[in-house]
Nanobody, 121 residues
Framework: QVQLKESGGGSVQAGGSLRLSCTAS????????IGWFRQVPGKEREGVAA????????FYADSALGRFNISQDGTENTVSLQMNGLKPEDTAMYYC??????????????WGQGTQVTVSS
């Protein structure tokens, strides 16, 4: 069982930056895929970015490309999402999720509790 913990959310003015962090625990062995998702009430969950830990391959949603960067933060079980140029439409609950398939293929079966990001105009 993989446990995930997010942190780093908060309130920021449009154009500002936030750095979210996800720490995974409860597993051993090979690399995994860690992704960030976001959701607002009344809308479906949206994938934001994902990374293949230990490999460095990354994936970005169109809405994140050029503004957000996902990376390992020094250790294989810690992943950060650097969010720059934040817009009000980025406001959402952000969730960290894990996929035991290191190629990010298949479903994300493990989820954190989320961290709120609020961007004001």
């Amino acid at each position: 069982q993989v446990q995930l913990k997010e942190s780093g959310g908060g309130s920021v003015q449009a154009g500002g930056s936030l750095r979210l962090s996800c720490t995974a625990s409860g597993y051993t062995g090979n690399n995994i895929c860690i992704g960030w998702f976001r959701q607002v009430p009344g809308k479906e969950r949206e994938g934001v970015a994902a990374i293949r830990t230990g490999i460095g391959g990354t994936f970005y949603a169109d809405s994140a490309l050029g503004r957000f960067n996902i990376s390992q933060d020094g250790t294989e079980n810690t992943v950060s999402l650097q969010m720059n140029g934040l817009k009000p439409e980025d406001t959402a609950m952000y969730y960290c999720a894990a996929n035991r398939n290191s190629l990010c293929q298949g479903s994300f079966n493990y989820w954190g509790q989320g961290t709120q990001v609020t961007v004001s105009s």
